[in-house]
C-alpha cells in the first residue's frame, strides 16, 4: 500500500466477537511476518499483552462472557521488511463502576477470580486472601462469581507467564497483585453509625491488611475513609463522613485505584513495546497498522452513564464509518465528475452533535450541571436536558413523550434514538460518574504510599492544582476526538462483526438479529456503493509513479502532465473503456481483476527491473572499486616515484660529498691523521681489511698476502702473524695422534736433508710407515731373543762387508735401548744407542749409509754400512730412536768409509 500507515476498525455489538477478531490479526501477523530474535520479542510482547490487559479490563456481562470494559487502540509498528518492530496502545473510559458494583448475572474484572482461584497458596496467604469468592462484598453483586465457559484457573497461568514475557520483575507482579488483594480488602470495609450519625470503621482487620498491601499507616487510612478536608477561605477543616458518605468515598478509592493502576499497566506494556530506533540503524522509519477494538454497541434493561460514554463512541465510529465510505466516496465522485447515482443512507451526524454540541449537548449540560453551584442532583440534570433539547427528534423522556410511550418510561429516564435502535437511559448515578471526585485526604494517604505503582499514580501535584480537573464525560470526548484524527491519518480497513444470536450459542443464527444488525450497520448502502462505484482510485502522480514502468513511453520519466502520462499508460495496458475513468485529478479503476492484472505485470516487470538494477548496481560499483583502486594506485605510484626520486638525490648528493671528501683526502694522505684525510685514511684500511677478508689464506702452507698501504704495513704483519698463528692452532686442534708423530717425523727428516740430500724430495710426499716388516715377517726366535724389547721400527736392508764390500740381505730392528740387525733366525749384531756415535749418508741419491759404533773392546765389530730403499725414513726413525738427530754426517760427493783395527776388519 505504497508505504502508507494503516488502520483497521473492528466494530459491532457487544459480544459479536471484535476481540477475538483482534487476537486474530496479532496472531496471523505474528506466523507470517519474517523472524529475527528482536522481532520474536517483539512479537511475543503483543501477543502477550492482550491475556494481561484482558484480565485486568474485561468482565462477564449479559451479552458476553468476555467483554472488554474499556476501549483499547494499539499500534503496531513494523519496519522496511515488514516485521513488527514496535507498539504502543491507548486505553479508553475503562468501566471503573464495575469494581464497587455489577449488575445480576454479572462479574467483576477477571483478575480479581483468577487471583483467587488460581493464585498459590503462599501468595493468598501474604496478601490475606481466601480462595471463596463469596467472602468479598465487590465479588458477590452479581450473583455470579463462577462461569462454566470461564476457567479462571488456567486463565492465571497464562496472565501470569504474560506478565513474565512483558517484562515484568517479581517485584512488580508483588507490587501488582497487593493492589489487586486490597480492592477486595477495601470492599470488605465496613461502617457503623455513632450517635452524632457520623461514620466509624467496624472491620480494624481489613484495615491493618490494607496497610501492608497500600504501604500506608493503618490509623492514617482510618481517619481519611471516614473524614473529609474542607479547604474553606484558606483554612482546612475536617469534618467526619456518615454512613453514605464513607461508603462512597470508600467506593471512589477504589474505583480510583484500580483506574489508575489499570493505566500504568498499559504504560507499563507499551514500555515494553517501545520501537527502540537505536538497537535498529539503517531502519527507515516504521510504518504503522492500528487497530481499533472497542466496546461494542450496549442496550441493557438497565442503561447508566458507562453505557452512554460507549454508545457515543460507537456513534462516532459508525461516523467515521460513514464519513471515510458513503459519504466522502459519493463527494469524490461528483467532484471529480464522475457520473453517478446518489445512493441514499442514515447519517447519525444529528445524534453525535446531540451528545457533543458545545452548550447545547448532552454532555456539555451535565458539566455545567456537576459545576454550577447549588444543590445539583441527577433529576436537576434531566429537566436542564428537557428544557434544553426537548424538540430533537432524536431524544425523548417521561415529561416529554406522548401518552404510549410514557408508559415505558421511568421519570428518572431519558431514551435516545440512536443509529442501532433506542436505549433508554437511567440517569441515576450520572453526577457522581461524571464528577469521579475522591476526597483530598484520601489522595494525599495514597501519595504516602510505599507500594511504587500506588506512589506513581497518585502524584503530589495533584494536590496543589488548584484547577479543577476536567469531567469523566469531556475527557472521554477529547479522547475520542484524538482517536478520530488518528484514525483519519491512515488508510482504512473494516471489519465489521454480525452477532448470531443474543444466547451465547454456536450453530444458531437469529435473522431477524442479523438483519437489523445489517441494516444499522450499514452494510447493504455500503454494498450499494461499492457495486456501483470503483474499487480503486489513485492521484495521477502516484498512479504514474508506481505503474509507469509498464510502458516505454512512461519509463523512466514522464515529461508532460501526469493525467496524460496516465492516459498513455493504461493505453498501452489495454484497459476497456468500462474497466476505468479518469477523473480530475485521479484515475478510478471499476474492477478488482483488472487492477490485480496490472499488479501481476508489475511483479514480472519488477523481476526484469531488479536485473537491471542489479546488473547496473555491480556495474557501478565494479566501477567505483576500479576508480578507487586507480586512484590508489596513483597515489603510490606518486608517493613511490617521489621516494625513489629524493632516494636518487639523497644518493647523488652522498656521492658528490663522498668523492669530495676522497679527492681530498687522497691530497692530504701523507700529512697527520686529520679532518680533511680521515674519511680517504678511514676508506683505505676500510679497503684493506675487506679485500684481506675476501683473500686470507686458506692453509698454513698458503703464503699469499694481499698488499697493504703505507700506512697499515705494520698493522699488516701483525694481522698475517696472528692469521698463521690462528691457521696453525686450527690446524693443530684439528690432527690426530698419529698425523702428529708423522708430521714430527717429517719435520725432523726436513731439519735433517732438506737442501742436503739429493733424494730427499722425493721422501717427502711419501708417507713414513710405522713398520716395514710385519711380526709374521720376523723370525720368531729372534722375537724369543728379544723377550721384552718391543720392536718399534723394522725394516729390509743390505749389510756390506767392509772387506769385499759384500751384499748380504738383512733386517734392521730398531727397539727402545738398542739397534739390533737380524739374518734370518741369528741376531748377527747389536748396537745400544748410547755406542752408536753417529751417522753418515752421502748427499747424492744413493741408498747407503753408516752406522758409526764406538771400537773400545773387541766385542764391537766396529762400523756398518747399509743400505735401505728408504733410507730418508730408516735415518730419521733410527736418529729420533737414539736421539742422535745432530749426529748425522751427510758427505758431499761420495761418502769414506772408515777403516777400524786389522783384526777387527778380519
Known sequence: ??????????????????????????????????????????????????PVLEAFGNAKTLRNDNSSRFGKYMDVQFDYKGAPVGGHILNYLLEKSRV???????????????????????????????????????????????????????????????????????????????????????????????????????????????????????????????????????EELVSPLNLEQAAYARDALAKAIYGRTFSWL??????????????????????????????????????????????????????????LTLKSEQEEYESEGIAWEP?????????CDLVEEKFKGIISILDEECLRPGDATDMTFLEKLEETVKNHPHFVTHKLADQKTRKSLGREEFRLLHYAGEVTYSVTGFLDKNNDLLFRNLKETMCNSENPIINHCFERSELTDKKRPETAATQFKNSLAKLME????????????????????????DEVLIRHQVKYL????????????????????????????????????????????????????????????????????????????????????KQSLATKIQASWRGFHRRQQFLHMKRS???????????????????????????????????????????????????????????????????VLDKSWPTPPPSLCEVSELLRHLCMQNMVWSYCKRISPEWKQQLDQKVVASEIFKDKKDNYPQSVPRLFINTRLGTEE??????????????????????????????????????????????EAKIKQRIDYANLTGISVSSLSDSLFVLHVRCEDNKQKGDVVLQSDHVIETLTKTAMSADKVNNINISQGRMKVPQCRPRLLS
Open 1 to 50: 500500500m505504497e508505504r502508507k500507515d494503516q488502520c483497521i476498525l473492528i466494530s459491532g455489538e457487544s459480544g459479536a466477537g471484535k476481540t477475538e477478531a483482534t487476537k486474530k490479526i496479532l496472531q496471523y501477523y505474528a506466523v507470517t511476518c519474517p523472524a529475527s530474535d528482536q522481532v520474536e520479542t517483539v512479537k511475543d510482547r503483543l501477543l502477550q499483552s492482550n
Open 100 to 234: 464497587v458494583h455489577q449488575n445480576h448475572g454479572e462479574r467483576n474484572f477477571h483478575i480479581f477470580y483468577q487471583l483467587l482461584e488460581g493464585g498459590e497458596d503462599d501468595l493468598l496467604r501474604r496478601l490475606g486472601l481466601e480462595k471463596n469468592p463469596q467472602q468479598y462484598h465487590y465479588l458477590v453483586k452479581g450473583q455470579c462469581a463462577r462461569v462454566s465457559s470461564i476457567s479462571d484457573k488456567n486463565d492465571w497461568k497464562v496472565v501470569r507467564r504474560a506478565l513474565s514475557v512483558i517484562n515484568f520483575s517479581d517485584n512488580e507482579v508483588e507490587d501488582l497483585l497487593s493492589i489487586v488483594a486490597s480492592v477486595l480488602h477495601l470492599g470488605n470495609v465496613q461502617f457503623a453509625a455513632e450517635e452524632q450519625g457520623s461514620a466509624q470503621v467496624t472491620t480494624e482487620n481489613q484495615i491493618k491488611y490494607l496497610a501492608r498491601l497500600l504501604g500506608v499507616e493503618g490509623s492514617v487510612l482510618r481517619e481519611a475513609l471516614i473524614h473529609k478536608t474542607i479547604i474553606a477561605k484558606g
Open 266 to 323: 498499559v504504560n507499563k506494556i507499551n514500555k515494553s513495546l517501545a520501537f527502540k530506533e537505536a538497537e535498529c540503524p539503517g531502519w527507515r522509519s516504521a510504518t504503522v497498522l492500528g487497530l481499533l477494538d472497542i466496546y461494542g454497541f450496549e442496550v441493557f434493561q438497565h442503561n447508566s452513564f458507562e453505557q452512554f460514554c460507549i454508545n457515543y463512541c460507537n456513534e462516532k465510529l459508525q461516523q467515521l464509518f460513514i464519513e
Open 343 to 351: 445512493v441514499q443512507y442514515f447519517n447519525n451526524k444529528i445524534i
Open 486 to 509: 488518528i484514525l483519519m491519518s491512515k488508510e482504512p480497513s473494516y471489519i465489521r462483526c454480525i452477532k448470531p444470536n443474543d444466547a451465547k450459542q454456536a450453530g444458531r443464527f
Open 522 to 605: 450499514g452494510l447493504m448502502e455500503n454494498l450499494r456503493v461499492r457495486r456501483a462505484g470503483f474499487a480503486y482510485r489513485r492521484k495521477y502522480e502516484i498512479f504514474l509513479q508506481r505503474y509507469k514502468s509498464l510502458c516505454s513511453d512512461t519509463w523512466p520519466m514522464w515529461d508532460g502532465r501526469p493525467h496524460d502520462g496516465v492516459a498513455v499508460l493504461v493505453k498501452h495496458l489495454g484497459y476497456k473503456q468500462e474497466e476505468y475513468k479518469m477523473g480530475r485529478t485521479k484515475i478510478f479503476i471499476r474492477f478488482p481483476k483488472t487492477l490485480f492484472a496490472t499488479e501481476d505485470a508489475l511483479e514480472v516487470r
Open 633 to 699: 594506485a596513483i597515489t603510490i605510484q606518486s608517493w613511490w616515484r617521489g621516494t625513489q626520486g629524493r632516494r636518487k638525490a639523497a644518493k647523488k648528493k652522498w656521492a658528490v660529498e663522498t668523492i669530495r671528501r676522497f679527492i681530498k683526502g687522497f691530497i692530504y694522505r701523507n700529512y697527520p691523521r686529520c679532518s680533511e684525510n680521515e674519511y680517504f685514511l678511514d676508506y683505505i684500511r676500510y679497503s684493506f681489511l675487506m679485500n684481506l677478508k675476501r683473500n686470507l689464506p686458506k692453509n
Open 778 to 823: 720376523i723370525n720368531p726366535k729372534v722375537l724369543q731373543v728379544l723377550g721384552n724389547e718391543t720392536i718399534k721400527y723394522a725394516v729390509p736392508v743390505t749389510k756390506y762387508d767392509r772387506k769385499g764390500y759384500k751384499a748380504r740381505l738383512r733386517q734392521l730392528l730398531l727397539t727402545q735401548n738398542s739397534i739390533f740387525i737380524v739374518e
